[in-house]
């Protein structure tokens, strides 16, 4: 059963050296949103549902994810946050639009932050769902306590070795994070886990590339905006769950050296937010358009 986004249409847009698979739906001023992992833009389905009536609604399937393109990730950038985050202004110029405001999850609001720091005159408002910058995130990572993203590490290594090993158990892989982050299974119906599923299982190189380029260039990106006082400068809400408490470390204090106009919350929902607690998420996403 092929599982869509009532109210917004499927299409194949062509942004540089990728095709990129979106569902656009919706009139006003534009917001995008861009899905995490192990997922696809059909986690947005119950926040666009509820945007779609007054904006249009840009949700695409990140590079290397869902039916996006998946190109060889062999370069050290073709899966660096910044030239994600160049594909989605890219992605957003060719549908009409200069200006928009920008939601990400897990990955996608890495890709989302990335764009709003090289881009910050395209991105009107930012909303960050259940991450930390990449620099901060490797900091915080320390101990045991770092078994919690074993998945990092393992994706942090030399092409090879990973890839053959997740591919060899794709659907336990995979589905671990799902049951493992969420709060039950009625968050994520069964058959939107298992096109989940089904996307990730085929997209392993490119998934695995993504979360490499995150021990390295993405890293490296971040540090030189660290080093020249970048700031994220468009108002900014950033949605957790309370992993400082877990972890030891002031999420709220991390994001403020990052973020000049800043709202942060912490949210009693599990990692899946937008498919968990979608209630509050649209609420937040409403505010944060207001200010």
């Known amino acids: 059963m092929t599982v869509t986004i009532p109210d917004l249409d499927q299409q194949r847009v062509a942004v540089g050296d990728v095709t990129l698979n979106v569902a656009v739906g919706g009139t006003g001023s534009p917001v995008v949103l861009l899905h995490g992992f192990p997922q696809t ?17 840009i949700a695409p399937d990140l590079r290397g994810y869902g039916a996006s393109d998946k190109p060889d ?3 050290p950038d073709t899966y660096s946050k910044r030239t994600m985050a160049t594909d989605v202004v ?30 910050p005159r395209t991105v009107t408002h930012l909303a960050v769902l259940d991450v930390l910058p990449t620099l901060d995130m ?29 591919e060899a158990s794709a659907d336990e892989f995979f589905g671990f994070f799902l049951d493992a982050w969420g709060t039950g ?16 299982r085929a997209a392993v190189p490119s998934i695995v590339a993504d979360y490499r380029a995150s021990a390295g260039i993405d890293l490296e990106h971040d540090r030189a905006d660290r080093a ?22 002031d999420a709220a204090g991390l994001w403020s050296a990052w973020a000049a106009d800043l709202e942060h919350r912490t949210l009693d929902a599990g990692h899946f937010m937008a498919e968990q607690s979608p209630r509050e998420v649209v609420a937040a996403l409403r505010a944060l358009l207001a200010r």
């Open 41 to 57: 833009h059909l986690m947005w389905r119950h926040v666009a549902a509820d945007l779609v009536r007054d904006h249009t609604v």
């Open 73 to 75: 990730g062999s370069g």
């Open 90 to 119: 890219a992605l957003a110029h060719t549908l009409g639009f200069d200006r928009f405001a920008l939601a990400g999850h897990d990955r996608g609001a890495l890709v989302a932050v990335r764009a709003g720091l090289d881009h």
């Open 138 to 166: 490797w900091d915080v990572l320390h101990g045991a306590d770092a078994a919690v993203a074993f998945h990092l590490y393992l994706m942090a290594q030399p092409p090879g070795l990973p890839e053959r090993m997740i």
């Open 185 to 200: 299974p009625e968050a994520i119906p069964a058959a939107v886990r298992a096109e989940y599923l089904r996307a990730a």
């Open 228 to 249: 020249a006082g970048h700031r994220l400068t468009m108002p900014v809400t950033v949605l957790q769950q309370d992993w400082g408490a877990a972890l030891g470390y």
